[in-house]
């Protein structure tokens, strides 16, 4: 039972994201923030159909990779086999007004709960390119890496989303959620032309 949120496991852990949707070649991590709350769908929960997907985080990225020609298909397994892994800053579903307390913490950089990244590590250090979606995931990914620095960012503004620096592999932008979800294709086609840039898709 994980010590921080009191669930008998994490869903990364009961749906086996390592085993079943690690890619073969990690070509882009992807980092949102937490699963929701515990009655919220998670990620790798294969949809009943994907055209009337409702996690909007991945009816939103998916579609917007498809359109820019970056997965072959809107579906999972598409996102798995062109080199995409998506994971969490914060792993437990929790209560959003938990998570939007966070979510200020981390806009400083002094999130508690997304901890020293220590569970993105081992995948950051396989992945071309990050793709680091929300101030809690900006969070956890400058705990977990010296090269993504502690930098104060209205990510809901220009110039976001957008490379964290100069040449950078760290793809900056807001989280995918019903908040956001009309600007899911600008994202997927800056998010194309920073891949690109670096010899990526």
């Given at each position: 039972?994980?010590?921080?949120?009191?669930?008998?496991?994490?869903?990364?852990?009961?749906?086996?994201?390592?085993?079943?949707?690690?890619?073969?070649?990690?070509?882009?991590?992807?980092?949102?923030?937490?699963?929701?709350?515990?009655?919220?769908?998670?990620?790798?929960?294969?949809?009943?159909?994907?055209a009337?997907?409702?996690?909007v985080?991945?009816?939103?990225?998916?579609?917007?990779?498809?359109?820019?020609?970056?997965?072959?298909?809107?579906?999972?397994?598409?996102?798995r086999?062109?080199?995409?892994?998506?994971?969490?800053?914060?792993r437990?579903?929790?209560?959003?007004?938990v998570?939007?307390?966070?979510?200020?913490?981390?806009?400083?950089?002094?999130?508690?709960?997304?901890?020293?990244?220590g569970?993105?590590?081992?995948?950051?250090?396989?992945?071309?390119?990050?793709?680091?979606?929300?101030?809690?995931?900006?969070?956890?990914?400058?705990?977990?890496?010296?090269?993504?620095?502690?930098?104060?960012r209205?990510?809901?503004?220009?110039?976001?989303?957008?490379?964290?620096?100069?040449?950078s592999?760290?793809?900056?932008?807001?989280?995918?959620?019903?908040?956001?979800?009309?600007?899911?294709?600008?994202?997927?086609?800056?998010?194309?032309?920073?891949?690109?840039?670096r010899?990526?898709?």
């Amino acid at each position: 039972m994980p010590a921080c949120c009191g669930a008998e496991k994490h869903e990364w852990d009961r749906l086996e994201v390592e085993r079943r949707w690690l890619p073969a070649r990690l070509q882009c991590l992807v980092i949102g923030e937490n699963p929701g709350d515990t009655t919220s769908e998670y990620f790798y929960e294969r949809p009943p159909s994907y055209a009337s997907d409702g996690v909007v985080v991945r009816r939103a990225l998916l579609a917007g990779l498809r359109h820019e020609g970056l997965i072959a298909d809107a579906t999972l397994e598409g996102f798995r086999e062109a080199g995409f892994l998506f994971d969490h800053a914060i792993r437990c579903q929790l209560p959003s007004e938990v998570v939007a307390a966070e979510r200020q913490k981390a806009m400083r950089y002094t999130s508690i709960r997304v901890g020293d990244g220590g569970h993105l590590r081992s995948r950051l250090a396989q992945a071309r390119i990050v793709w680091v979606m929300g101030h809690l995931a900006s969070n956890a990914i400058a705990n977990a890496s010296a090269e993504f620095p502690k930098r104060r960012r209205k990510i809901s503004m220009p110039p976001y989303p957008a490379e964290a620096g100069r040449g950078s592999r760290f793809f900056v932008s807001e989280y995918l959620s019903w908040r956001t979800e009309a600007k899911a294709s600008a994202f997927a086609v800056t998010f194309r032309r920073f891949a690109r840039e670096r010899g990526v898709f």
